[in-house]
């Protein structure tokens, strides 16, 4: 039921602070009640956290979370969008919200090799249909006593390598090609699980991750609409932005100046001096920050329990890389250009040598639809260390690297494609002026550079620190139910529930979702809300 919305005063007087007003932190506050007093404390400029919505070309562009992944009735980001009026007519339909995709696209409109030409469907649809088979079989290995191998990685190299007589009807060229096509697979599934590599994912909880049912949807006023409309159901003066947490200090007793009778035991020091005191604190950070910080951020630090699982479990990176165009090079119809380097192979280590190679872990383009809402765009996803190299770069880098790409596949390159082309100064030769660069690659390539790009930073973003979590080889989902438990442990505490933990990071069947974060909120919320409920002993004086 979201129909309620806390926020206000009343109650038992029992102070609430939250830290982090990314979707965890909203929801709480938009679920909390019986509370004395409520403060959400955000360390940037804007609240949203991963929801990040930008003007580009022109239109709109996502960030941070894109789609509504499984919009139908059980996804509570769908049910409160559409009780705001945030979605397009075709996102009610309830035929699109019973297709059921497993969290995956379909088959992409086009795929394009390195050899500079579309590949045949027919050796694509293998692939794409072989590898959706050996993920499905390796989500059946939840809760198996024992696994062949310790990561998903491993085990779809051995299932491929064990088929490899058979790929392509065992022509040697057509084999090649099919594990090209495999190798851009395993690259999209990176960007799917926000990992750097399928090997640090573990096999045994792969399972334990739960898609729902519907046609993959987008807010036609962009994502942030939805926490925009969540903060101003809130009083104001309820959010408080670039209100950075230095330090949490729990388990204290700490009175404010002036009044002797009431203490409170948390403390929440802000970076610009400013501090808090607490009941309750939800803790709504990203995995990412609290691997970086949680030593120094929670003082008593944290139990090696939780510091354990937040040290076990995985968060990596997924940027977007979006490129306007004067004119489209693509059809009307495409929706998804995917890149295939025909020389790689799931079987073979890819290079390690990010500066000439990091393009290459792209897994393709999302054509950006309908273009007379968008413009003629690309969006571009790629994951792990080649995304965080990919964030050191300029744009103009950036821009010139991606023109090379689309030409090498497009058949419109006249130059070999390397990842800068410094003139004789030293500088990089394309800038971002319009739609022709003044400097290319030798010859005259048909494929006009795009006209602008913008790109996101998440690893860079120094309160997130990466995109999203995943569970680790060496860690399972019992790491996220331990992250997910409030502090003190002891039930029998005479101030219980002094931090509670909240975000996408703490939900077992939906981290990495905008929809495991809301839930997320709402659950520490309700948590507060039945303790407040519950007859027990006045606030300590």
């Not at 940037?44 to 919505?53: C, I, K, L, S, W």
């Not at 790929?167 to 990992?195: M, Q, W």
């Not at 939780?306 to 489209?328: C, D, H, Q």
């Amino acid at each position: 039921m979201e129909e309620e919305e806390g926020g206000g005063g009343g109650g038992s007087g029992r102070r609430v602070v939250a830290v982090g007003a990314g979707l965890a932190g909203l929801g709480a506050a938009q679920r909390l009640r019986g509370h004395g007093s409520f403060r959400l404390l955000e360390a940037t400029a804007r609240a949203g956290g991963r929801v990040r919505t930008r003007s580009f070309a022109s239109g709109l562009v996502e960030m941070g979370a894109h789609w509504i992944h499984g919009p139908s009735p059980g996804n509570p980001v769908f049910r409160l969008a559409t009780r705001y009026g945030l979605l397009g007519p075709e996102a009610a339909q309830e035929e699109n919200q019973e297709v059921d995709l497993g969290g995956h696209p379909p088959l992409p409109s086009l795929t394009y090799g390195s050899s500079g030409k579309a590949l045949s469907p027919e050796a694509v649809s293998e692939a794409h249909d072989l590898f959706h088979a050996l993920l499905a079989s390796a989500r059946a290995f939840q809760g198996a006593k024992e696994v062949p191998v310790p990561s998903v990685g491993q085990y779809l190299r051995a299932e491929i390598a064990r088929r490899v007589p058979t790929l392509g009807g065992g022509e040697e060229d057509a084999r090649r090609l099919r594990l090209a096509i495999l190798a851009t697979y395993l690259k999209l599934e990176c960007c799917v699980s926000g990992t750097h590599s399928m090997d640090l994912v573990a096999l045994e909880p792969f399972g334990e991750y739960v898609t729902l049912p519907g046609l993959d949807c987008t807010f036609p006023g962009g994502y942030s609409s939805l926490p925009d409309r969540m903060l101003s159901a809130l009083p104001e003066g309820t959010v408080l932005l670039n209100k950075a947490v230095r330090t949490i200090r729990w388990r204290g007793s700490f009175r404010e100046e002036g009044d002797e009778v009431r203490d409170f035991p948390v403390r929440v020091e802000c970076e610009d001096g400013d501090a808090f005191l607490a009941d309750h604190v939800i803790v709504t950070v990203p995995l990412g920050f609290l691997k970086e910080r949680h030593q120094d951020f929670f003082q008593p630090p944290l139990p090696e329990r939780k510091a354990e699982a937040i040290r076990r479990l995985g968060f990596g990176t997924n940027n977007k890389i979006f490129l306007e165009f004067e004119r489209p090079f693509w059809e009307p119809e495409q929706w998804l250009l995917q890149a295939v380097w025909e020389d790689e192979s799931p079987l073979e280590e890819p290079s390690a040598d990010l500066e000439a190679n990091w393009f290459k872990k792209l897994m393709g383009f999302v054509v950006l639809q309908p273009p007379e809402q968008h413009g003629h765009v690309l969006c571009g996803f790629i994951a792990g260390k080649e995304s965080e190299y990919m964030e050191t770069l300029s744009d103009a880098e950036v821009l010139g690297t991606m023109t090379r790409v689309l030409r090498t596949l497009t058949g419109t390159a006249a130059a070999s494609l390397h990842p800068r082309h410094p003139n004789a100064s030293g500088e990089t030769c394309i800038r971002v002026s319009g739609s022709h660069p003044k400097s290319v690659p030798a010859g005259n390539p048909q494929l006009p550079a795009p006209r602008s790009v913008l790109r996101s930073r998440w690893h860079s973003a120094p309160y997130t620190r990466g995109s999203y979590s995943y569970v680790a080889v060496g860690s399972s989902g019992d790491d996220i139910d331990v992250l997910a438990q409030p502090l003190p442990e002891d039930p029998e505490d005479p101030r219980p529930l002094q931090l509670l933990f909240a975000g996408e990071a703490t939900h077992r069947t939906f981290y990495s979702t905008a929809h495991g974060a809301l839930l997320s909120g709402w659950r520490e919320a309700e948590r507060l809300n039945q303790l407040f409920d519950a007859p027990g002993p006045a606030p300590r004086l």
